[in-house]
């Protein structure tokens, strides 16, 4: 039980910590074009983000698969590009237009499982439960994007209703700002491969002074 609550409490601040930014905008992206009264959907949509990273996650962290961590930590923010991207094209919000981000939510995961994965794999001893400590972290990751979701979907609420902004116009706002934040996310991560070049190292020898004159010499004071 101990276990669990270390992995669990793992799983949670590597949603909510200041370090989580690029899997909070995602959230915040798969969110944007939902408000309050969608909590369901939004559940299932948290649901299949889960069950995505939770596939790789598992994966990874058992070795039956591997991806460089420069290319994972690209992905990442390629995916809330494209999430945000899309949301800007949304211009009904039925349950059937905004149903795209359930397949979003599901596939993207798959990729941000495998950047948990980098993370939690070193923390995972040969002699643990490593299923049931894997277990503890997606429940963790889960309880800190309802947490995230909740906290996006009153503010959503709170926008809209006390200045009188269009659905339309919020989702827009957000999602723009999610967008430029991810877009320049994905800039600085780009994996590009520079040739090294090996300098000589210059190694200076620095003899004590001998005489008091050479040890104050260029030195000038103001009389």
């Known amino acids: 039980m101990q276990d669990f609550g270390f992995y669990f409490g793992f799983g949670w601040e590597h949603i909510i910590s200041k370090d989580a930014l690029d899997h909070q905008l995602f959230i915040a992206a ?3 074009i939902y408000i309050i009264k969608d909590w369901k959907q939004v559940l299932i949509l948290i649901t299949a983000f889960t069950i995505g990273h939770s596939i790789t996650l598992a994966l990874s962290v ?27 094209f949304q211009k009904k919000f039925t349950p059937r237009s905004i149903r795209i981000n359930y397949f979003l939510a599901l596939f993207f995961g798959l990729i941000h499982g495998m950047g948990f994965a980098n ?19 997606n429940v963790g990751l889960e309880v800190g994007q309802i947490v995230v979701v909740t906290i996006l979907l009153l503010v959503a609420h709170f926008i809209t209703t006390a200045f009188k902004i269009s659905r339309r116009e919020w989702v827009i706002f957000l999602s723009a700002a999610v967008f430029s934040l991810a877009l ?30 050479i040890y104050t010499a260029g030195t000038k004071y103001s009389e």
């Not at 001893?125 to 299923?131: F, G, I, L, T, V």
């Open 30 to 32: 798969l969110a944007a």
């Open 184 to 213: 320049k996310m994905s800039l600085e991560r780009l994996p590009i491969t520079k040739k090294e070049t090996t300098n000589e190292e210059t190694v200076i020898t620095v003899q004590p002074a001998t005489n008091y004159s």
């Open 62 to 88: 058992f070795d039956i698969i591997r991806l460089n961590s420069k290319w994972v930590e690209f992905l990442i923010p390629v995916t809330i590009v494209i999430t945000a991207l899309s949301n800007l």
């Open 119 to 137: 993370t939690i794999r070193f923390l995972l001893a040969e002699d643990q439960n490593m299923a049931w400590s894997l277990f503890a972290f």
